[in-house]
Nanobody
Framework: QVQLVESGGGLVEAGGSLRLTCLASGSIRSIYAVGWSRQAPGKQRELVARIREGGRTNYADSAKDRFTISRDNANNTVYLQMNSLKPEDTAVYYC????????????????WGQGTQVTVSS
């Protein structure tokens, strides 16, 4: 099977930076797109950034000019560099892989990680 593991979360002061890592493991042939979403307490999960296999990216308005998503296809790893963090960025950040093709199954599948907590203090 395929697993996604996020890392890099933590506590940071406002204005600081963090880099989140999403590592996909398993019998992976390819991944169409990988996204980072976040969910703050009492709020709905929202997409923060997404990157497609060819490198095309899109960002939520709240992330533009502060966050950068990148991927290392050879190692099935996606990064989210977060700069100029604000208290409102506090949330659990989740990685999700869309359109995963595997050597084990024929259809494409989507997967989610367990999330990593990001806390920004004011």
């Amino acid at each position: 099977q395929v697993q996604l593991v996020e890392s890099g979360g933590g506590l940071v002061e406002a204005g600081g930076s963090l880099r989140l890592t999403c590592l996909a493991s398993g019998s992976i042939r390819s991944i169409y797109a990988v996204g980072w979403s976040r969910q703050a307490p009492g709020k709905q999960r929202e997409l923060v950034a997404r990157i497609r296999e060819g490198g095309r990216t899109n960002y939520a308005d709240s992330a533009k000019d502060r966050f950068t998503i990148s991927r290392d296809n050879a190692n099935n790893t996606v990064y989210l560099q977060m700069n100029s963090l604000k208290p409102e960025d506090t949330a659990v950040y989740y990685c999700n892989a869309e359109g995963v093709r595997s050597w084990v199954f024929n259809e494409t599948r989507d997967y989610w990680g367990q999330g990593t907590q990001v806390t920004v203090s004011s």
